[in-house]
């Protein structure tokens, strides 16, 4: 069973954790959605190659920014309020929604899903097993 650190470790710390992880994530991910596109897009050659490198390196990297903002933010209110509950986690993804929706013209639902995504998943963690 794994210890709760979150009171020793610093919010750096736990954004470069989840920034390498969810990173690690967006590229896997990446590199298995680029393929398929290049092949609808009927790509081939070096045109190919490079389509899916930025396709990897952009998923990668939106992956790895929203883990920061959102751990950056979850990490930061929680310490702020002194309680660790599902609200640290439902503010901190809808700031995280907020920051990486803002570019979409529906950036308030962007946030709110977000949020209440970010929370079902806490529910999840949290949840004992039987």
């Not at 946030?111 to 999840?124: D, E, S, V, W």
Request: with cysteine; aromatic share 12%.
């Amino acid at each position: 069973m794994e210890a709760d650190l979150s009171d020793s470790v610093p919010c750096s710390s736990i954004a470069v954790d989840s920034v390498l992880r969810m990173s690690s994530a967006g590229v896997i991910w990446g590199s298995c959605y680029a393929p398929f596109d290049t092949k609808k897009l009927g790509l081939s050659g070096s045109s190919r190659a490079s389509y899916i490198v930025k396709s990897v390196s952009k998923c990668g990297f939106s992956c790895g920014l929203f883990a920061a903002i959102f751990s950056f933010s979850h990490c930061g209110i929680q310490r702020y309020r002194r309680q660790k509950d599902w609200v640290n986690t439902l503010s901190a993804g809808v700031v995280a929604g907020a920051a990486f929706g803002a570019g979409t013209r529906n950036w308030k639902q962007v946030a709110a899903l977000t949020g209440l995504f970010c929370t079902f998943f806490q529910y999840a963690k949290d949840s004992k097993s039987v």
